[in-house]
């Protein structure tokens, strides 16, 4: 551990709750249709737009209207976006000429993009056209988070209403979410990309004649556009195929700090709008304390693991780092580590160092974050979801142990919202499990592994966790572009997606009914740092439970095996 | 229902036309204008011709250049139309084994000891099989190789390194690196 390296660690930590802080008051002014900076631009846009679709602003929808419509949407989303793929190649705007996709990568892609997963089984400057990258691609990657803040928007109206049955409406939610928070961000944002060497433009790929007189063929495209809101909307599906670790998406340490900066800064914004919105900035604080403190301990893990190194590399006699495989030498190993970090904290799922060759230890934790849930600040809009699951949870355990009502912000916390809310834990969970137990007994799953031993199982869980938790992010030696994969993993995202929307929804739609009961001397407080504490523990002993047995057949035994000498 | 699909269309198709044409295409528009060289793709000429991208990563086999790490892109890598890296595992015997050989041939190269450690960077392939960069280390013990093969003074290749070695961005922002299509256009110039 060198001090630059925790200069690096720290410093973007600071400027990240720096950035998040005013973001998260603007959301909640932007979510509550208050008056913002962006008002005399937006505003005749966002009337234009309503006018256009036949949209009522004013329409009240309850949780069953309002899950409606998310469905509807994503439906017809996904449809689209099968199509778009299945015909590119008789499209404009493909200067490479590529086919049509094949119907299972184009069902699993469609998915994929549309439940905000972004798991890429195929490669992006040798499979997909320059329009299906901008009227496919980027526009899911605009959508899935929007949706995403609208439906944690009507939770959170739920959770503060008073006797009422709305939830608001989910068009004028997702249309705000686009226009005042992600466009203008992924605007500024590219540019600035491009400024650092990012590529933007529609010409052909180029042949050159190398220094050495090879001939090399270079990918072009609009990348930055994509970029931009790839990182802001925790989506993470690269133009290329090794995501940001190509150099044009990912050009410079500057440019790599600022979309590590973008993958977490809606995602940490959300916890504080949510103490505005809730009018009880400590609610926020208190979810914000416990996610950091998670944040940091995961990358200890990490980074601990990548720097103590790989001992049978060592021995040939190395004078650098010994875990430079799938890494790049601008960003080194504290930039690998802690992106792994914050891509799986979040649903992001970019990677910018290939997680397959990490050491074991060091691969357990991008894999672990999102076995956990995501809850570790989280995806846009479902990160926060999943983390107020954890808190219902929390409140309920807590209840049972003292004798008190369970009760938050308020409101009894019951029957119905306990199973919904133990479904939303228990359904991802079992999709990995089943997914990927499935997976290692049968040859079309075994047959795509691509490192033997243990590493092999780890291939597998991890493609099933980052498919049920909608992160894209992968073990990329696992060839999954492969009809079983491409079927089994795109039901498994749908899983994840729905497991986390519906049943939210429904608690939503069932506390908006409900009374909000005077504070008490009976009344637990949930803006304690001991209520930090009781939150960080049900998430760790939650998922420890679930997940330690497969883990220990995966990366645990493989990294007494590394340091026992062993090979495979 | 009816009214709740029509909706739905109508404002997928209207988003459409927002983020996925008007927005990308602003974005090329303005980045023509403003960062013309790098939105093209930030490439390199010699007379005239482009010979590459300053930063993607190239092939170079021949002593008199500085050698690009390994590569896991396309047949022989730094394919730039299937960036890849190579996948393999820490305990995955290949990796260690293909390690093993690539520091072996670094020191016959290089003429080293068979003592002398190696930059972990040239004998790993990268993340993207693209990597434009090497690490300062893997740039010294390649000096001496090069001015031979140029017949050279060991200074002025050392020079050249010293000259193309970028520090850390802003000061403390990644890893010292050295481009290696730059220094070797640099030492072709010489």
């Given amino acids: 551990m060198t001090s630059n390296d925790l200069m690096q660690l720290g410093f973007y930590l600071i400027v990240l709750i720096l950035l998040a802080i005013p973001l998260g008051r603007y959301m909640a002014k932007v979510l509550q249709g208050e008056k913002t900076f962006f008002d005399g631009v937006m505003g005749p846009l966002e009337r234009l737009i309503y006018r256009i679709c036949g949209i009522d602003a004013g329409q009240e929808m309850n949780w069953k209207q309002y899950g ?107 249309t705000r979410v686009v226009l005042w928070i992600l466009l203008p961000l992924s605007l500024i944002f590219a540019l600035v990309l491009v400024s650092q060497g990012v590529i933007q433009n529609l010409a052909p790929y180029l042949t050159v004649h190398t220094l050495q007189g090879a001939s090399q063929t270079i990918a072009m495209g609009p990348v930055a556009s994509q970029e931009a809101i790839k990182m802001l909307g925790t989506n993470g599906g690269g133009f290329m195929n090794v995501n940001s670790a190509h150099p044009f998406e990912n050009p410079t340490p500057f440019t790599n700090l600022l979309e590590m900066l973008a993958i977490l800064l809606i995602p940490v914004a959300q916890v504080f709008a949510f103490g505005h919105m809730v009018k009880d900035k400590k609610q926020g604080r208190v979810i914000f304390g416990a996610a950091l403190v998670m944040l940091v301990l995961m990358l200890g893990i990490c980074y601990g693991s990548e720097i103590a190194g790989n001992p049978q590399i060592a021995k040939i006699g190395i004078s650098t780092s010994s875990v430079m495989e799938g890494k790049e030498v601008r960003f080194g190993v504290v930039n690998s580590a802690l992106w792994a970090t914050v891509t799986s904290a979040t649903s992001n799922g970019s990677v910018n160092a290939m997680h397959d060759s990490f050491t074991p230890l060091g691969g357990m934790v991008p894999m672990l974050n999102i076995m956990l849930g995501e809850v570790i600040f989280g995806g846009v809009g479902v990160g926060l979801k999943g983390l107020l699951i954890f808190v219902i949870l929390t409140v309920f355990i807590v209840g049972l142990m003292v004798g008190r009502t369970p009760e938050y912000l308020g409101k009894k916390v019951e029957g119905f919202e306990m199973k919904m809310a133990v479904l939303a834990v228990l359904l991802p969970s079992a999709a990995i499990l089943l997914g990927s137990g499935l997976a290692s007994v049968i040859a079309w799953g075994t047959s795509s592994i691509a490192n033997p031993g243990p590493h092999g199982l780890s291939e597998i869980l991890y493609a099933f966790a980052s498919c049920a938790g909608n992160n894209g992010s992968a073990f990329g030696g696992l060839s999954a572009n492969t009809q079983f994969y491409n079927v089994a993993l795109g039901i498994t995202m749908l899983v994840g997606r729905t497991a986390i929307i519906v049943p939210t929804l429904a608690i939503a739609g069932s506390m908006a009914s409900k009374k909000i009961a005077p504070v008490t001397a009976g009344t637990f407080e949930t803006t304690s740092v001991l209520f930090s504490g009781l939150l960080v523990s049900v998430i760790l002993i939650v998922g420890a439970l679930t997940f330690f047995p497969a883990l220990a057949l995966g990366p645990i035994v493989e990294h007494l095996s590394m340091w026992a000498g062993k090979a495979f | ?57 190239q092939n170079f086999s021949d002593a008199r250049y500085f050698y690009s790490r390994p590569s896991a892109a396309g047949k022989d890598g730094y394919d730039a139309t299937s960036s890849s890296g190579s996948n393999l595992g820490p305990t995955n015997k290949t990796l260690l084994d293909s390690v093993a050989t690539r520091a072996k041939q670094v020191r016959t190269d290089n003429r080293l000891s068979a003592a002398t450690p190696v930059p972990g960077d040239l004998i790993t392939a990268s993340a993207s099989g693209l990597d434009p960069d090497i690490s300062p280390e893997a740039a010294q013990i390649q000096v001496d190789r090069v001015a031979k093969a140029r017949n050279l003074s060991e200074q002025k290749v050392q020079a050249l390194v010293d000259q193309y070695t970028q520090g850390r961005q802003l000061g403390f922002l990644g890893e010292p690196r050295v481009n290696v299509l730059k220094l070797n256009m640099a030492l072709d110039s010489i």
């Fill in chain 1, 68 to 174: 409606l419509a998310f469905l509807v949407f994503n439906l017809f989303g996904l449809v689209t976006l099968f199509i778009l793929q299945l015909v590119q190649g008789r499209l404009p705007l493909n200067p490479q000429g590529f086919a049509g996709v094949n119907w299972n990568l184009a069902f699993n892609t469609a998915v994929s993009f549309t439940t905000n997963t972004n798991w890429q089984a195929y490669g992006g400057e040798s499979t997909m056209s320059y329009l299906t990258q901008m009227v496919g691609l980027t526009v899911h990657n605009f959508f899935s988070p929007a949706v995403g803040v609208a439906v944690l928007v009507a939770f959170i109206r739920g959770l503060i209403s008073r006797q009422g049955k709305s939830l608001g409406n989910f068009w004028v939610d997702t």
């Fill in chain 2, 1 to 57: 229902m009816l009214k709740t699909m029509g909706r739905a269309i109508m404002l997928l198709l209207v988003m459409t036309l927002l983020t996925g044409i008007a927005y990308p295409l602003v974005v090329t528009g303005l980045a023509k204008v403003i960062f013309p060289k790098q939105a093209e793709g930030s490439l390199a000429y010699k007379n005239g011709q482009p010979i590459g991208s300053v930063l993607i990563g």
